[in-house]
């Protein structure tokens, strides 16, 4: 992801359902989402400014909530998304999935324009720079496994139970 058009990128942390979310913005646009810890993604902001909870972070985290809380099931976030052609064009139709709903790598293949490119737009899910808001949990295997998930399947599993894909688990 190039962020060096970007002055500067703030920070803040908010954790939801025990989930560390990690969030990157410009003055303007929400550039990053991370599911890991800052440390493990310093190499992708080493050359920009980082400053938690500046008041230019946008409403992201308020949405966030929203989400968590079962009050939100679309977004509306100005994102600067930098990628190939072909992980955009994934990434647009990503957002296309409802809130409830999964689709299959290879359906989502198909909706790209190309069936033959299922391995390739399971690497673009997987280099999705904005999951949760880009709901790339919303993709599973045709077989119905669940399949990966950058931030951990343990992640995957909460945000589809709470979108009502998967049963809340007895444990």
């Known amino acids: 992801m190039e962020t060096s058009h970007h002055k500067n990128i703030y920070y803040c942390c908010i954790t939801l359902n025990g989930i560390n979310i990690y969030i ?86 198909k909706k790209t324009g190309d069936v033959k490119a299922v391995r390739a737009v399971g690497t673009a899910n997987g280099h999705n720079p904005i999951p949760i808001i880009i709901p790339c949990h919303r993709v599973i295997n045709s077989n119905g496994e669940l399949g990966g998930y950058s931030g951990g399947l343990d992640i995957k599993v909460i945000l589809l139970t709470l979108e009502g894909v998967l049963e809340p688990s007895l444990l």
């Open 24 to 109: 990157y913005t410009s003055s303007e646009e929400l550039l990053y989402i991370s599911l890991k810890t800052p440390k493990e993604n310093s190499d992708k902001f080493r050359l920009t400014k980082v400053k938690e909870d500046d008041p230019y972070m946008l409403d992201v985290p308020k949405q966030l909530k929203e989400y968590f809380e079962g009050k939100r099931k679309k977004f509306s976030v100005k994102m600067d998304l930098s990628g190939t052609p072909f992980q955009l064009k994934v990434w647009k139709e990503l957002t296309k999935i409802p809130y409830g709903k999964t689709i299959s790598y290879k359906d989502l293949a």
